[in-house]
């Protein structure tokens, strides 16, 4: 019950938010328990330790509970999002299989391997390489894309970090639509927590700063339920895509019921999630994203 507890104050010592990763595992561990506790008779514990559950499942709760959607029919704009974490020719010979048979129209990757950059070149497949255009790029992202792309930078969101993201400007029925692809720290002590945290406040700025529909996708190192990924929900207008597909959990890849969802897709009010899924790992830690989107008839409220 002290994890539960222990959750809610992430933002104040960085090990408490790795407690509120495992809000679904704690609201099903702690029912189980209560429900065993009530059978040998120690009712009073069990209430308790219910209640901690209901707790834990209350703040799962809006990613399970259903949404209305508009409908699918209609012009969509489909990513793939993926941490592949790096890999030689064989690691990139099982990513370009997969991408022969996807449907998105872009391809956000994480710690591509520079190499790659020439082998995406000579694959033949149906995308252009947005970025990077050189192996020297340190953020090792790459974009591709069906679609047609006005613009594309790379956004520093840490003064002198190797980390970043590369904003894609893409047009999509017609419209443009800003996407920014990012990769944050992962939070393995205080200092790369308070990174991880730093950057995403440097996405809430750049975010405020759009003049345009958002989308900000990638491998955020933080789940749903923590301090830093509400304050980025409650400070701009991103909708986050997984609100009535559930949990939907990519890491790490062979974790099975301890698995989490760190990998991300927000979009703007403007926008509506019509589908979202997790595909294969292919080698990689992370299980791959799908999502598609499509843009949310004006008389509709966001939501």
Known sequence: MSATAGGFFGARFWMLDLLAAFRPQLAALLAALGLLLWLVGSRTAAVLVGLAGLVNLAVVAPLLLPVQHPDASGSQLRILSHNVHGGGDERFALVTAELKQTTADLVLLYEMSPRW???????????????????????????????????????????????????????????????????????????????????????????????????????????????????LQSETALLNSQRGFGIQPTWPAGGGPVRVPIDHLLHGPELSTVGRSIGPSLGSAHLSLNVALAWRPAQEPGG
């Open 117 to 231: 950059i020439d082998l995406f070149g000579e694959s033949g497949l149906p995308f252009s390489v947005v970025h990077p255009l050189e192996e020297a790029d340190h953020r090792r992202i790459m974009v591709l894309s069906k679609r047609p792309v006005v613009a594309a930078e790379p956004v520093e969101l840490i003064k002198g970090s190797r980390s970043g993201g590369i904003a894609v400007d893409v047009i999509f029925d017609g419209r443009p639509v800003r996407i920014l692809a990012v990769h944050t720290h992962a939070p393995r002590d205080a200092r790369s927590a308070a990174l991880r945290d730093a950057e995403l406040a440097a996405v809430r700025l750049w975010v405020s700063r759009q003049e345009m529909p958002v989308i900000v996708a990638g491998d955020l190192n933080v789940t749903p339920w923590s301090h830093a990924f509400r304050q």
